[in-house]
């Protein structure tokens, strides 16, 4: 089976959602650091893309948009049974929780203020047409929050992160990909771009849709 499938992707997040939230609690700062970024508020309507297990619900209640209107979607029905208990939970009254491939969102134009991709871009198939179609969904100057591990723009990957990447990819993610082009193919606009862990492997970048 090719490893970057939205099928393989599907199954190996299933099972990955046994052991998902005491692995990546310890990335949570990073997630708090996106989102301390993106000031979501009340009132406000956000999408949350690949949200698996919900691991920003908690922090989007502690920055005050626990009223908020969110949208959490993934790939992978196992994450979203454990996303649908955290959000019962903590009590956020306005939450939907959907399977919903990041490639191909059901969700019309123009219809949010933010959008989180947050550990996803280096994990979809196609990256550009997840980008692009958070782009799609997001009211004109509404925000996209993206934490995640990218390659430096213009820097070519050496053999050792190659080497490293089938494997990566394999199990998980890639560590081979660049933002830069993405938010240019999405049309949007970095505001923000901060390292994050491991000494800037991870960033958490801002970045806006132009008003038009």
Known sequence: ?????????????????????????????G??????QAAPRAGERIL???????LDLPLLAELGAAEADIVLGDIAPAMLARAKKRAEALGLPR????????????LEDESFDLVLLHLILAVVPDPQA??????????????????????????????????????M??????????????LDHAGLEKVIDQP?????????????????
Request: contains cysteine.
């Open 1 to 29: 089976m090719a490893w970057n499938t939205t099928r393989w992707n599907r199954i190996r997040y299933n099972l990955w959602s046994l052991f998902y939230d005491p692995l990546l609690r310890l990335l949570q700062p």
């Open 95 to 106: 939450v939907r929780i959907e399977v919903m491939d990041a490639q191909a969102l059901p």
């Open 130 to 167: 997840c980008i692009r179609e958070a782009a799609r969904v997001l009211k004109p100057d509404g925000r996209v929050s993206i934490y995640d591990k990218f390659l430096p723009d213009g820097r070519r990957p050496g053999w050792l992160r190659r080497v490293l990447n089938a494997v």
């Open 48 to 54: 949350i893309v690949g949200g698996g297990t919900g």
């Open 31 to 36: 997630r708090r650091q996106a989102l301390e």
């Open 169 to 182: 990819e394999s199990l998980a993610t890639s560590i081979t990909r660049q933002l830069g082009p993405l």
């Open 196 to 212: 994050s862990h491991f000494n800037g492997f991870f960033r958490t970048v801002l970045a806006k849709k132009p008003a038009e």
